[in-house]
């Protein structure tokens, strides 16, 4: 593990960051439903995605930072994993022009569901994380997952769902803190 990161680090996308290519691993997600699934959010319920109604977003990322804890050795080297806190807080950033548009907004990853508070609290998120800790979301989906230091993460994409059946997948995401303006062109065009 390398040394722990000032926190002005952990908000800004890192220079010369590895573009991840698109491997296929999320060629199947368009037109699924989503699997019966519950997981715990940092507003202390259990969200099953599946029955959300309407038009939600749902953006996965590996993990984000955390002041006084290091990140896995060789993390700004491996594509598409760096870049989690900028992409969090620019939905947080957007969550308002969001919500006016009907649309629902949350974040997830494998981190516990204690960091994932940790990070709601530090980034003052107006939208809830979900913890898919033990990979159940993940797997009855396939989502592609990287492994790194120990951990099991699921690789960054994002979800645009209606009525739980998801509509568009974005993978992979490049630019992390880009990704909610091309969910909000592509809702704009398809939305209605």
Not at 10 to 39: F, Q, W, Y
Not at 77 to 101: D, F, M, W
Not at 169 to 188: G, R, T
Request: glycine share 8%; with cysteine.
């Amino acid at each position: 593990m390398q040394n722990a990161q000032p926190p002005d680090l952990l908000r800004s996308i890192p220079k010369d960051l590895p573009i991840p290519l698109n491997d296929g691993a999320c060629g199947h997600l368009e037109n699924m439903l989503l699997p019966d699934v519950s997981l715990w959010s940092t507003d202390d319920q259990e969200i099953n995605l599946s029955r959300l109604s309407g038009w939600n977003v749902i953006f996965c990322y590996p993990m984000t930072g955390r002041p006084g804890f290091a990140i896995p050795e060789g993390w700004v080297q491996i594509p598409g994993a760096a870049g989690c806190t900028p992409q969090v807080c620019s939905y947080r950033e957007n969550h308002a022009e969001l919500k006016r548009n009907g649309v629902g907004v949350y974040g997830l990853s494998a981190q516990t569901p204690e960091a994932q508070k940790e990070a709601v609290n530090r980034l003052e998120l107006s939208y809830p994380l979900l913890s898919d800790a033990g990979h159940s979301f993940s797997s009855a989906l396939k989502l592609p997952l990287l492994e790194v230091g120990g951990l099991k993460l699921i690789k960054r994409l994002t979800l645009i769902l209606k009525n739980g059946m998801i509509k568009k997948c974005f993978y992979p995401v490049f630019p992390p803190d880009k990704n909610v303006l091309e969910v909000m062109a592509w809702l704009s065009e398809n939305q209605a």
